[in-house]
C-alpha cells in the first residue's frame, strides 16, 4: 500500500479530511489537479455549525485570526430577506468570513505542520477496486504512476472522477433560467456609506453588505472581506446567452442593471480573473459509499449557492467521515458503523438542496413571487420563524438517528458548555470521543475503552444528564445514566477488538 487512504482533491473540504485522519494515525495522500492553489473567487466563509466544529478542532484562531471562541452572528440573510436574529433566544448562527483562497491556503499550511503528503499537479485518472483496496493510475509532472490504497475518497467535485467511475448515480435538476457574474472590485460610488458599509439603492434606500437583495430586475450582493475591496455578485434571469471570456465590464454592467442605477466601480488591485455561470444544479449522489470508495463535500452534492451552505456541509461531512474510517483503518470499528456515514449525512445533504432550491424560488423575479415574499416577509417578524431558518441555514436542526434511549441531546451537536476552567470546545480538540461525566459515577465503565474514549470527571452549573457520550466529530451518542456500555459498544467496537 502507498497509502491508507488516498485522497482525490485538495481543495478546503480534502485538506481538511486529511488533517483529521492524520490526527487520527491514520497515513492519508492527497492528489490534487490543480498545481497551485486556485485564486479564482469562490466561497466567501463559513456559515453555519462547522463554525464550531472548527473551534472544537482548535482551527478557528489559526482560521479566523480572532482569539477566543465564535460568537453567534447577529444578522444574517435567507434568499434575499434580512434575518435579525439578536432578540432569538440560543442563536444557532454562526460565521466566519474568510475567502475560500484564504482558507485553503490555512488548511494547506496545517496539513503541511501535521506532515500530510498533498500532491499537486496531480490527477486521479482510473481506478479498480478489490476486496482488499484500491489500484489507481495517475498522472503526475513526471509520467504515469500507479498507486494502491486501502479506501479512496473522492472530494474531487462536482464533475468527480471518483462518483463517476464508481458508478454511483447523481440525481437532480438543473435550472438555466439565470446567469450569476461575480468579482471583485473598488467602489468609489458615493452611495456607500463608509461607516456601515451599505449603498443607495433606487427605491429601497440604504441595502445591507454580506446578503442577497431581490429587485424585479433579478439579485444582487456585496461585501468587503478586506479594506477597500468589494465582492459583487449578480443574478439576472431569462437573458441571453453570453459566450467567450468574461470582463470586468460585463460583471459591472450586470451589477448595475439589477441594482437599478450606475454604480462607479473599478477592477480591484490584481484582480484578473471573472467568474459567470448559467443556472445552478441540484444533484446528489445515490449513495455515499461503494465499497472501498467514498465520496464526500461536492462530489456527493451540488447546490445553488444561495445562503452559502457549501463548506458547512462538506466540511461537516468529513468531519463525520474522518473518525468512523479511521475505526476501519484501527481495526476497532463495529460491525456497520462505515456505513453510517451515508446513513447520517444523506439527509442532511437533502435539506440543504431543499432550502437552497427554495431560495432560488424566491429570488425569481415577477409579481407572483412578489406577493409570496411579502407574506413570508411578515412571517419573519416572528423569533420563532426566525430561529427555524436559522436553524436550517446553521445545520443546527441536524440530529442523527441513535439507538440508545431518547434523550433531548441524543443524536445532537454537543452544547459548548462551561466546564469549571474549560469548555466542551476545548475537551473536543485531540479529536477522540469524550465522556462526560458530571457525578464521576462512570469512569470504571469506560475504563475498557480508554484507548479510543477520553473520560473527564466534569463540573457544569446544570449538567443536561448524569454523564454524556460525545463523539469525535462533536455529536452526542449517548446521554443518560443507564446503557453506556451498549452505546460504547455500538460506536466504539468491543474492546477485544483492539490490535495489541
Not at 500500500?1 to 490526527?23: Q, Y
Not at 448562527?93 to 501535521?114: F, G, S, W
Not at 479506501?151 to 447523481?170: C, E, N, P, Y
Request: contains cysteine.
Amino acid at each position: 500500500m502507498n497509502a491508507d487512504v488516498v485522497i482525490a482533491g485538495g481543495g478546503p473540504n480534502g485538506l481538511f479530511l486529511a488533517c483529521e485522519l492524520r490526527r487520527a494515525g491514520v497515513a492519508p495522500l492527497v492528489l490534487e489537479r490543480l498545481a497551485e492553489i486556485s485564486t479564482q473567487p469562490k466561497a466567501n466563509g463559513l456559515v453555519g455549525r462547522v463554525v464550531q466544529a472548527m473551534d472544537y478542532r482548535g482551527l478557528y484562531e489559526r482560521l479566523s485570526g480572532q482569539p477566543g471562541p465564535p460568537t453567534p452572528t447577529p444578522v444574517y440573510q435567507f434568499a434575499g430577506f434580512g434575518l435579525d436574529l439578536r432578540a432569538v433566544a440560543d442563536n444557532p448562527l454562526y460565521t466566519l468570513p474568510i475567502p475560500q483562497r484564504v482558507l485553503e491556503e490555512r488548511l494547506d499550511a496545517y496539513a503541511a505542520e501535521l506532515g500530510v503528503a498533498v500532491r499537486r499537479g496531480w490527477e486521479l485518472e482510473s481506478f479498480e477496486q478489490d476486496d482488499d483496496g484500491v489500484t489507481l493510475e495517475v498522472r503526475t509532472p513526471a509520467g504515469r504512476q500507479r498507486l494502491r490504497t486501502r479506501f479512496l475518497v473522492g472530494a474531487d467535485g462536482a464533475h468527480s472522477t471518483v462518483r463517476k467511475q464508481a458508478g454511483i448515480g447523481f440525481p437532480g435538476s438543473t435550472d438555466d433560467r439565470f446567469v450569476t457574474r461575480t468579482g471583485l472590485v473598488v467602489i468609489r460610488d458615493p452611495g456607500l456609506v463608509p461607516e456601515t458599509g451599505e449603498l443607495e439603492v433606487p427605491g429601497e434606500g440604504r441595502v445591507r453588505p454580506l446578503q442577497w437583495h431581490w429587485t424585479p430586475r433579478g439579485a444582487f450582493a456585496f461585501a468587503s472581506f478586506e479594506p477597500g475591496v468589494h465582492f459583487i455578485g449578480s443574478a439576472e434571469w431569462d437573458q441571453p446567452a453570453v459566450d467567450g471570456p468574461v470582463t470586468f465590464e460585463e460583471v459591472r454592467d450586470a451589477f448595475c442593471r439589477v441594482v437599478g442605477r450606475d454604480v462607479v466601480v473599478e477592477p480591484a488591485p490584481g484582480a484578473a480573473e471573472w467568474k459567470r455561470r448559467a443556472g445552478s444544479n441540484a444533484r446528489q449522489a445515490e449513495r455515499y459509499r461503494e465499497g472501498r470508495v467514498l465520496l464526500f463535500g461536492d462530489a456527493a452534492h451540488v447546490h445553488p449557492s444561495f445562503g452559502g451552505p457549501g463548506l458547512n456541509l462538506g466540511l461537516q461531512d468529513g468531519l463525520n467521515l474522518a473518525w468512523k474510517l479511521a475505526a476501519e483503518l484501527g481495526g476497532w470499528a463495529p460491525d456497520g458503523l462505515l456505513d453510517t456515514y451515508h446513513r447520517e449525512r444523506h439527509p442532511v445533504g437533502r435539506r440543504v438542496l431543499l432550502h437552497t432550491v427554495a431560495q432560488v424560488a424566491l429570488l425569481s423575479p415577477g409579481e407572483d413571487v412578489r406577493a409570496v415574499r411579502q407574506i413570508f416577509g411578515e412571517l419573519l417578524d416572528e423569533d420563532v420563524v426566525r430561529r427555524r431558518i436559522a436553524e436550517l441555514l446553521a445545520g443546527a436542526d441536524v440530529r442523527y438517528e441513535m439507538s440508545a434511549a431518547p434523550h433531548p441531546l441524543l443524536g445532537r451537536w454537543m452544547p459548548d458548555l462551561p466546564l469549571g476552567t474549560t469548555r466542551v470546545g476545548e475537551v473536543m480538540r485531540a479529536g477522540r470521543a469524550v465522556l462526560l461525566d458530571f457525578t464521576g459515577e462512570f469512569g470504571e465503565a469506560v475504563e475498557p475503552w480508554r484507548d479510543r474514549v477520553d473520560h473527564l470527571r466534569a463540573e457544569t452549573p446544570e449538567p443536561p444528564a448524569p454523564a454524556v457520550l460525545v463523539r469525535p466529530d462533536g455529536y452526542v451518542a449517548w446521554a443518560g445514566g443507564s446503557g453506556l456500555d451498549e452505546a460504547l459498544r455500538t460506536w466504539f467496537g468491543a474492546v477485544t477488538a483492539v490490535a495489541g
